[in-house]
């Protein structure tokens, strides 16, 4: 069975389900949302990490490059700097593994079933006292490899590990049919009511995560509901009103709803992997937030969060 590429292993996550959990973070997503904190999960591929401040120009990357990909750049702000030609760049690592400054950093390591499982297993003390378990993020974990996810999920589950799975829901529903009898929860994002909205901000129409979700719930999985809150792209009372309706009218009912205000924690990381800056979305204001609980309350649903 072939490999999988994860970006992190997050030993001790406390914001992705109950307890202590291990979050493991896999690479490709269907979505390429405008707000991601974790654009080195988007690309299926290995990517390089470039830390300029760090790079003293010593040039072992340049030498060791297969594709010729790196070459020494100077100007009186960067002195000298290693520059990647992002298009020749094939992700191999070998400049990462040289790099005596760790100016570069390869974003995706490959990982077996086994080689998962067993990294998973060195936190089970830590499962056992907190409810806790794993769960599996990216990117998006039920785009990935669906034997290779299928037989993870299973072994876990077959050791006695909770496992939790946080998707976007943009995936055929039978890729969710396969893991559902191991899996406890589906953390499950909704960006926005709006297909338009959703359309432009994160490249993929919402069709088939509402979909997916009514199916979900249908087929008895535990869903806990995630909204990451962006400003002026879907925190309108509007948005979390069509929402509560959706839910209503399907009968879902989530155990949980999390409000995830948008933070700038991963804005660099778009000009580490890419060399290019782009634009900040703005964070909801903790009056936004109060006002869209207290609506989803209203409507019924008990347990909302602001945060994870």
Same mark, same amino acid.
């Given at each position: 069975m072939e490999e999988?590429?994860?970006?992190? &292993?997050?030993? $001790?996550?406390?914001?992705? =389900?109950? =307890?202590?959990?291990t979050t493991v973070f896999f690479k490709g997503c #269907? +979505?390429?949302?405008?707000?991601?904190?974790? #654009?080195? %999960?988007?690309?299926?591929?290995?990517?390089l990490m470039f830390y300029k401040e760090r790079c003293i120009g010593c040039e072992a990357c340049v030498r060791i490059c297969p594709s010729r990909a790196i070459q020494i750049a100077e100007n009186e702000k960067e002195h000298r700097i290693a520059k990647t030609d992002r298009d020749r760049c094939v992700g191999c690592g070998r400049c990462s593994d040289i790099c005596m400054a760790n100016a570069r950093e390869l974003c995706g390591k490959r990982y077996s079933v086994r080689e998962l499982v067993k990294e998973i297993k060195k936190d089970v003390a830590f499962y056992e006292t907190s409810d806790g378990g794993i769960t599996l993020s990216g990117g998006e974990v039920l785009s990935q490899n669906m034997d290779y996810i299928e037989t993870l999920v299973r072994m876990v589950h077959e050791n006695g590990i909770s /496992?939790?799975?946080?998707?976007?829901?943009?995936?055929?529903?039978?890729? *969710?049919?396969? /893991?559902?009898p191991f899996t406890d929860v589906f953390l499950y994002d909704l960006k926005?009511?709006?297909? &338009?909205?959703?359309? %432009?901000?994160?490249?993929v129409s919402n069709e088939q995560i509402l979909a997916n979700l009514v199916h979900l719930s249908e087929d008895g999985g535990k869903i806990w509901i995630r909204i990451p809150v962006i400003a002026g792209v879907n925190d309108d009372i509007e948005n979390i009103r069509k929402l509560a309706a959706f839910l209503n009218e399907h009968h879902i009912?989530?155990?949980? *709803?999390? +409000? +995830?205000?948008?933070? %700038?924690?991963?804005?660099?990381? $778009? $000009?580490? +992997?890419?060399?290019?800056? /782009?634009?900040?979305?703005?964070? #909801?204001?903790?009056? %936004?937030?109060?006002?869209?609980?207290?609506?989803?309350?209203?409507? =019924?649903?008990?347990? /909302?969060? &602001?945060? =994870?």
């Open positions: 999988a590429c994860v970006t992190n &292993i997050q030993k $001790y996550s406390i914001h992705d =389900g109950k =307890g202590i959990r #269907p +979505l390429h949302c405008q707000w991601c904190h974790n #654009p080195e %999960t988007q690309s299926p591929r290995p990517q /496992v939790y799975i946080d998707t976007c829901g943009a995936v055929p529903y039978e890729n *969710i049919q396969r /893991v559902l926005s009511m709006s297909e &338009i909205i959703h359309k %432009t901000y994160t490249g009912l989530p155990e949980h *709803i999390h +409000l +995830l205000p948008y933070h %700038t924690v991963g804005i660099d990381k $778009y $000009y580490r +992997l890419e060399g290019q800056k /782009v634009e900040q979305m703005q964070v #909801p204001t903790e009056e %936004t937030l109060a006002l869209l609980k207290e609506e989803l309350e209203m409507a =019924g649903f008990h347990h /909302v969060y &602001i945060g =994870g």
